[in-house]
């Protein structure tokens, strides 16, 4: 999936062209390809904060189990953001780029991902679902009071939608398998 710039003129993507997948961004026209991730790990799913454009959040792992990390759009500066345990993965920016939702296994057992919401400059976090199924795949939608997510709760992977603070749950598919949602702008 491409991540672009709130100005559209660059994106950020995963690529694996030089064995293990590693982050890269170039021009929104295929110009000025850049490399800026260079580790022995799988980096994936970068998302350029939609409101500066100055920084990237994705997921490594380079410290061992799968994390979340931040680090500028030129690749310095990288920071790792989750505190290493369990796995965490599927970062999505706040539309005012200071809050990200992502999905934890954070005191579950591996693979039973919950949904939590994190202050990425003091690290906050605090936890919006609670051990009922796999949720995954947060997205905020752009009014920044509603995230959509997947979860397998219900016995198949389906779409729901929740406030920001987890209250609310509401399922919005019922058939089919259903994982990767996106809000509509």
């Known amino acids: 999936t491409l991540s672009f710039s709130p100005d559209g003129s660059k994106v950020a993507f995963a690529s694996k062209v030089s064995g293990f997948?590693?982050?890269?961004?170039?021009?929104?026209?295929?110009?000025?390809?850049?490399?800026?991730?260079n580790t022995r790990a799988i980096e994936?799913?970068?998302?350029?904060?939609?409101?500066?454009?100055?920084?990237?959040?994705?997921?490594?792992?380079?410290?061992?189990p799968q994390q979340i990390y931040k680090m500028n759009v030129d690749g310095a500066d990288v920071q790792r953001l989750t505190p290493g345990e369990?796995?965490?993965?599927?970062?999505?920016?706040?539309?005012?780029g200071r809050h990200i939702a992502f999905s934890w296994t954070r005191g579950f057992e591996p693979g039973n991902f919950n949904v939590f919401v994190m202050d990425v400059t003091t690290r906050d976090y605090f936890q919006l679902t609670h051990g009922r199924g796999r949720n995954e795949n947060p997205t905020w939608a752009p009014d920044g009071r509603h995230i959509v997510f997947a979860s397998n709760r219900g016995g198949s992977m389906q779409i729901y939608t929740m406030l920001a603070d987890g209250t609310n749950v509401r399922q919005l598919t019922h058939s089919g398998r259903n994982e990767m949602p996106v809000w509509s702008k």
């Open 21 to 37: 997948s590693q982050i890269h961004v170039a021009n929104a026209d295929g110009s000025g390809l850049q490399r800026i991730t």
């Open 86 to 96: 369990g796995q965490a993965s599927n970062p999505a920016w706040h539309p005012n």
């Open 44 to 64: 994936v799913e970068p998302k350029i904060n939609p409101k500066t454009g100055a920084d990237i959040v994705f997921v490594s792992g380079r410290g061992g």
